[in-house]
């Protein structure tokens, strides 16, 4: 058994409570290798913004449990050496059984997730629950989901998405004792969340569900899946170094600031990172074909999603100087 805490590491409670209280939502971000892992530390570094480092469980088996496990520690002390000791949180991100979720608890995690949205609605009660018993021991904590994203990203995916009943969340809340809830309120996963002709308009987010959400557990920490952006200069940028991303939409920035400003205090991004490096590698190798170090597009990749992060702290976030 290995306690967060011997690595530097926090649980999301006191951060969801400032950040309820302060009117933002603390960055999410995902990820699977050391590139991505720099430049998250070194943007939230910079914007003295606490952090959310998300593994799903693809991830956890791409890096490895024991190298994502000192890649942590690792984290905690990379930002103390840029010179600021950022709040940092391990997350397991979408956790699909209690097993993964006891495993991530005892190899260092301080915070996991468990997505029994797809289960009939007593069965995802029961998992929860089942997860929180474990966990809380460990003064680990634990995110719930109700309702279903639709959209593809990593070992996530469901065709349509539910939106999350609001009249079941009080009830949900109060039988499992989580620490957070994610909901469905219009977001979807991976780059191709909505489907849209020219000259149509993304459709906007259910606020009246969120607004509906925080009335019946006011005060209660609710989280957004799905959050990307998906930034078209981006994608063009991609398109124009060979790639073939066509009709990818997200969520309009605006409407995650309104997001940020409630409830809401956690945000998931992950797409328009690999979107990000993509670009950046593209770019690379289309310009220098006989470019083979590693470093030579990775390097310029880090720097790029670095940028786009301290864009989302800054912009989109609110989360900036709240260390």
Not at 1 to 9: A, F, P, Q, T
Not at 37 to 46: D, K, T
């Given at each position: 058994?290995?306690s967060y805490?011997?690595?530097?590491l926090?649980?999301?409670?006191?951060?969801?409570?400032?950040?309820?209280?302060?009117?933002?939502?603390i960055?999410?971000?995902?990820?699977?290798?050391?590139?991505?892992?720099?430049?998250?530390?070194?943007a939230?570094?910079?914007?003295?913004s606490?952090?959310?480092?998300?593994?799903?469980?693809?991830?956890?088996?791409?890096?490895?449990?024991?190298?994502?496990k000192?890649?942590a520690?690792?984290a905690?002390?990379y930002?103390?050496?840029?010179?600021?000791?950022?709040p940092?949180?391990?997350?397991?991100d979408?956790?699909?059984s209690?097993?993964?979720?006891?495993?991530?608890?005892?190899?260092?995690?301080?915070?996991v997730?468990i997505d029994?949205s797809?289960l009939?609605?007593?069965?995802?009660?029961?998992?929860?629950?089942?997860?929180?018993?474990?966990?809380h021991?460990f003064?680990?904590?634990v995110?719930g989901?109700?309702?279903?994203l639709?959209?593809?990203?990593?070992e996530?995916?469901?065709e349509?998405?539910?939106?999350?009943?609001?009249?079941?969340?009080?009830d949900?809340?109060k039988?499992?004792?989580v620490?957070?809830l994610a909901?469905s309120?219009?977001t979807?996963?991976?780059?191709?969340?909505?489907k849209?002709?020219?000259?149509?308009?993304?459709?906007?987010?259910?606020?009246?569900?969120?607004e509906?959400?925080e009335?019946?557990?006011?005060?209660?920490?609710?989280?957004?899946?799905?959050?990307?952006?998906?930034?078209?200069?981006?994608?063009?940028?991609?398109?124009?170094?060979?790639?073939?991303?066509?009709?990818?939409a997200?969520v309009p920035e605006?409407?995650?600031?309104?997001?940020?400003?409630?409830?809401?205090?956690k945000?998931?991004?992950?797409?328009d990172?690999?979107?990000a490096m993509?670009?950046?590698?593209?770019?690379?190798?289309?310009?220098?074909p006989?470019?083979?170090?590693?470093?030579?597009?990775?390097?310029?990749?880090?720097e790029?999603?670095?940028?786009?992060?301290?864009?989302?702290?800054n912009?989109v976030?609110?989360?900036?100087n709240?260390?």
């Amino acid at each position: 058994m290995v306690s967060y805490k011997e690595l530097g590491l926090v649980n999301s409670r006191e951060m969801f409570q400032k950040a309820m209280a302060g009117k933002y939502a603390i960055p999410a971000f995902n990820f699977n290798n050391m590139e991505q892992l720099q430049a998250i530390i070194m943007a939230c570094v910079e914007t003295k913004s606490p952090v959310i480092l998300q593994v799903s469980s693809g991830a956890r088996k791409y890096a490895n449990q024991n190298l994502l496990k000192n890649m942590a520690k690792g984290a905690t002390e990379y930002a103390h050496e840029l010179g600021c000791d950022i709040p940092i949180v391990l997350h397991l991100d979408h956790g699909d059984s209690f097993e993964l979720c006891k495993s991530c608890i005892e190899t260092g995690f301080s915070s996991v997730m468990i997505d029994g949205s797809h289960l009939p609605y007593e069965e995802n009660i029961a998992l929860t629950r089942k997860v929180v018993e474990y966990a809380h021991p460990f003064d680990v904590t634990v995110e719930g989901e109700l309702g279903v994203l639709a959209g593809i990203e990593d070992e996530v995916s469901a065709e349509h998405h539910t939106y999350t009943r609001p009249e079941e969340v009080e009830d949900f809340v109060k039988r499992t004792n989580v620490d957070s809830l994610a909901i469905s309120i219009g977001t979807s996963h991976g780059a191709f969340k909505f489907k849209v002709k020219p000259g149509e308009s993304i459709p906007p987010l259910r606020f009246d569900i969120l607004e509906e959400v925080e009335k019946r557990i006011p005060g209660f920490p609710i989280v957004l899946h799905g959050a990307s952006s998906v930034p078209q200069d981006i994608v063009a940028e991609i398109n124009k170094y060979g790639g073939d991303i066509q009709n990818s939409a997200g969520v309009p920035e605006e409407q995650l600031r309104r997001a940020a400003s409630s409830a809401v205090c956690k945000i998931n991004i992950d797409s328009d990172g690999r979107l990000a490096m993509t670009a950046a590698i593209r770019k690379v190798l289309t310009e220098k074909p006989g470019e083979f170090d590693p470093r030579k597009y990775l390097g310029p990749a880090r720097e790029k999603l670095k940028e786009l992060y301290i864009h989302k702290i800054n912009n989109v976030l609110g989360s900036a100087n709240r260390v």
